[in-house]
């Protein structure tokens, strides 16, 4: 299993990657690329006299320990082939100098921005990518580099399908690669075959096997972090592997998403294929199957692993996924193990909340926040085909003449808003195996049209329990989703009746009958056990016991105090979850005040004087107040929508 402090070993493998370099060995080149200031005709070793184009790049092999600097600000068209491997002590680094500003490689209509071909330990860090010009130079010829574009990969210009960054493995296994802190965008083919417009990646890992030749090359420790990956024609992050069907040993390892944000991508945002031990968290996923241009796909979850084993994904803000199918915040797709989408924010996808498909084991979703999923309408208003739906699950494993029930199907503990012009499904296919329904709290306007819901019982084996529906008299539910079942209010700080894009308000008052009303979730010490192991802490931080039942939902506190206002030590703050001001009355007191404003990771953010507080340069989020009067200093929590 991929554990979560694996996230720092990462970055603490950089660290000590820069430290030996920074020791020196005697073979490593440190190389400068300057379009405006450089020559070809330079060394290349000093910022006086730096390399000028990409072709001179690509007429060199690096060696590890190598650097490639490229000058801040300055603008390259081509594709840099990147030769070259380096070693897990001595990576070669592509990086940047001379300012804050990134230097620009315009692919001009290759195939990649950077290609990497069978080549290793290798770390691009601060540009600004992108690919979009025609795959014909001026005179019509088709852009191609010397060397590339055989049988190893048919398409070799840009004429069909463009990357900002692409990693193919053909001959051996790869690993250790490092995308840090780029801008990708603007990722378009110029296709001859209509059928390929949309065919447009960020960045894409591609292995290429031979099983009859013995070979059976995959990629391993790779990351991407504080990456921006906008308007591709398809998908942001795709990882791809090619000739290993069949071959459930054999896959892509140790891949590492973080603080990334990927938004208007034609098609999802992270794909990965046939990898294992996969962790994705902190990451923005926003308006997925983009239909902003008209090459794109026009479809897509925010993210779906495929055929994988051991996945997190934690933390993430999945929201405003389009399309006319799948299109939920987040899916499970077919042939998965162990695959877990917790403590995530999924809000205003089209397709849905929680879908799994089939020939999974061990998957499924638990302490996430939902709000207004599923808005879409079947086109043909066939019950059960395309409609959004709230939770979907399905024995679809690719093809529609075999199908493939699940093994342990989990769906507990999550928080469901839905506003009343919103009219999503529940609806479970049969012969999908086992499947836990648990503790999830499904609040719904008083409202609309009725929300159907159907759960198949033929082949299915079905633990449903302590679910939270209200407004139930909105809901045509299904008698087995009214196993010990709760309709009261739940009192969700929320005030809206269309709901609010704001997590904290999705918390509960301290009166909610969900509190302590849960199925227990026990019996194994095995955190990878998600159907018998409850993770420990719910969406919020708190903890969530092994020995007593917890909350219906995803807040596992006690609850908090009423949403209008907060009263601590005769200090009174109000409204406590604000758009703006907040107001401070003092029992008895009419003297001077002083407020500092902290994060919630301990920032200071700011002093503010007098009996009104002003949120009003702040982003959405939770704050910590510490009113200072008198001698005492009292600290307050406050919410800004």
């Known amino acids: 299993m991929f554990p979560l402090q694996s996230a720092f070993s990462f970055k603490k493998s950089t660290l000590y990657v820069c430290f030996i370099l920074c020791l020196g060995f005697s073979h490593a080149q440190v190389y400068y690329v300057s379009n405006t200031l450089g020559n070809d005709q330079n060394d290349g070793l000093s910022t006086e006299f730096p ?47 001379g300012g804050s500003d990134r230097p620009i490689i315009n692919g001009y209509g290759y195939q990649s921005c950077i290609l990497i071909y069978n080549d290793e330990h290798i770390q691009l860090n601060g540009l600004e990518l992108f690919n979009s010009f025609s795959h014909l130079d001026p005179s019509g010829v088709v852009k191609r580099l010397t060397g590339f574009g055989g049988a190893a990969n048919s398409w070799g210009s840009g004429k069909n ?107 999802s945002g992270f794909v990965p294929n046939k990898s294992q031990n996969v962790l994705v968290q902190n990451n923005i996923f926003n308006h997925t199957g983009s239909d902003i241009d008209s090459r794109m796909w026009k479809r897509g979850s925010c993210m779906w692993p495929f055929d994988c084993k051991n996945v997190i994904a934690q933390h993430n803000k999945f929201m405003n996924a389009h399309g006319p199918m799948d299109s939920y915040g987040s899916h499970i797709d077919y042939g998965n193990e162990n695959v877990v989408f917790q403590y995530n924010y999924s809000y205003n996808n089209e397709g849905g909340f929680a879908e799994v498909l089939g020939d999974n084991i061990n998957c499924g979703y638990r302490y996430n926040i939902s709000v207004n999923d599923g808005y879409r309408e079947d086109p043909n208003g066939v019950p059960w085909n395309k409609k959004g739906k709230i939770f979907w699950v399905s024995n679809y494993c690719g093809s529609n003449t075999v199908r493939c ?85 739940p009192l969700l700080f929320n005030t809206s009746s269309l709901g609010e894009n704001n997590d904290e308000v999705y918390q509960i008052q301290n009166s909610s009958p969900a509190i302590g009303s849960g199925f227990l979730i026990h019996g194994s010490s095995d955190t990878a056990d998600y159907l018998q192991h409850n993770g420990g802490l719910d969406y919020f931080g708190n903890n969530v016991s092994l020995s007593i039942p917890s909350n219906v939902g995803a807040s596992n506190s006690s609850g908090l105090a009423h949403a209008l206002h907060t009263v601590e030590d005769d200090v009174t703050l ?9 107001n401070i009355s003092i029992n008895e007191y009419s003297g001077p005040i002083q407020t500092a404003i902290y994060g919630l990771n301990g920032e200071h953010l700011g002093i503010q004087k007098g009996q009104k507080l002003s949120l009003d340069r702040y982003n959405a989020g939770t704050y910590f107040c510490v009113v200072h009067y008198l001698d005492k200093y009292i600290t307050m929590k406050i919410v800004k929508l």
Not at 238 to 263: A, P, T, Y
Not at 427 to 446: A, I, K, S
């Open 51 to 97: 390399f000028q184009s990409i072709e001179k790049l690509n007429s060199m092999v690096f060696s590890a320990g190598d650097s490639i600097y490229f000058k801040s600000g300055d603008y390259w068209e081509g594709m840099f082939w990147l030769k070259g491997s380096g070693t897990a002590m001595q990576p070669i680094v592509v990086d940047v100098y």
């Open 161 to 267: 399908v463009r990357f900002g960054v692409k990693v193919v493995a053909t001959t051996q296994d790869l690993e250790g690669f490092s995308f840090d802190d780029l801008y990708i965008h603007h990722i378009y083919p110029t296709p001859e075959v209509v059928e390929n417009i949309h065919l447009g990646y960020g960045i894409k890992l591609e292995t290429q096997s031979d099983t009859t030749a013995g070979l059976r090359n995959t990629i391993s420790d790779a990351s991407i972090t504080h990456t921006t990956i906008t308007e591709t024609g398809h998908y942001g992050f795709w990882i791809k592997s090619v000739g290993l069907n069949g071959i459930d040993s054999v896959k892509n390892n140790q891949i590492l998403v973080e603080n990334c944000v990927f938004e208007f991508t034609g098609g």
């Open 405 to 489: 029930p699940s093994v342990g199907t989990f769906i507990y503990n999550n928080t469901v808003f839905v506003n009343d012009t919103l009219n999503p499904e529940i609806y479970f296919w049969p012969d999908v195996g086992d499947v836990h329904v648990y503790n999830n709290l499904l609040f719904v306007g008083q409202n609309g049209e009725i929300i159907a819901t159907l759960i198949e019982n033929e082949l299915n084996e079905l633990f449903i329990s302590h679910n939270l529906f209200y407004d139930s008299t909105r809901i045509d539910l299904d008698s087995d989703l009214a196993n010990n079942a709760l309709y009261a209010d």
């Open 574 to 582: 109000y409204p406590s979850i604000t758009q703006n001001y907040v």
